[in-house]
């Protein structure tokens, strides 16, 4: 069971590599702010609580996505068919950070590689303004450089936290919070070009993916 977490700004390409290693690979692909969105949506009690802070752009305390990847993971690494789990979007935090090791190390387990997508807040903008889900299945589009087929079109959503000023806003909270944890996880750290195409960056994976099967 491989533990991956993505660290990156919003647009920076975290979700959709997640669902390559999904697909391509079977890892579980773990999403806090997808898991979020779901409880928005269904109206549930915690989604009432968390509704106004996603929308501005701000983080949910610590103690509730603590609580969400708690309730979950136990269940995941018992999942016999589940290869790793890629944790998008979390830690976010130096809070989440080190109570998230000490969590997997009651499960005998461990980070094994955190995967920086390096992004300017320029590019994130232009991203961003681009960016279109899914609604049914948190896929990710771009209206440039992905467009969604015409049967997803009807489903497609513009997150209300995906407009400029909140881009800007969700960007210097990055910096200031989740950043630092490029140096909490440096021993096991690699960085991806987020320049590249979504299609070489798939390949970069490939290979990353051969070289820890060598390595085992
Ligand atoms: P994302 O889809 O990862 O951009 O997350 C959307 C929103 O969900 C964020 O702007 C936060 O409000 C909330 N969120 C998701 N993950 C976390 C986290 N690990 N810590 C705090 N807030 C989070």
Redesign the pocket.
């Known amino acids: 069971m491989k533990i991956f977490v993505f660290l990156g700004p919003?647009g920076s390409g975290?979700?959709t590599q997640a669902q390559y290693l999904k697909n391509q690979y079977g890892f579980y692909h773990l999403?806090?702010?997808?898991m979020?969105?779901e409880e928005v949506s269904s109206e549930s009690e915690l989604g009432l609580k968390?509704k106004s802070?996603?929308k501005s752009?701000?983080?949910?305390?610590?103690e509730?996505?603590l609580n969400i990847i708690e309730k979950n993971i136990a269940s995941l690494v018992n999942d016999k068919d589940c290869v790793g789990i890629v944790f998008?979007?979390?830690?976010?935090?130096s809070a989440?950070a080190v109570n998230f090791d000490s969590m997997l190390s009651k499960l005998g387990l461990a980070v094994d590689h955190t995967f920086l997508f390096d992004l300017s807040l320029e590019s994130s903008l232009d991203r961003i303004a681009g960016r279109r889900i899914d609604s049914r299945n948190n896929d990710v589009y771009h209206v440039k450089s992905k467009p969604a087929p015409d049967a997803v079109r009807p489903y497609l959503i513009h997150?209300d936290?995906d407009q400029p000023d909140k881009i800007t806003y969700?960007y210097k909270?990055y910096q200031e919070q989740t950043q630092p944890l490029v140096d909490f996880y440096k021993d096991r750290l690699i960085t991806i070009n987020c320049e590249l195409s979504i299609n070489e960056i798939h390949s970069q994976f490939d290979k990353q993916i051969q070289s820890f099967e060598q390595k085992v």
Do not use: C, Y
């Not at 999403?31 to 997808?34: A, I, K, L, N, P």
């Open positions: 919003a975290k979700g999403s806090t702010g997808d979020l969105r968390v802070v996603m752009g701000n983080l949910v305390t610590d509730i996505i998008d979007g979390f830690p976010r935090t989440q997150r936290d969700r909270l």
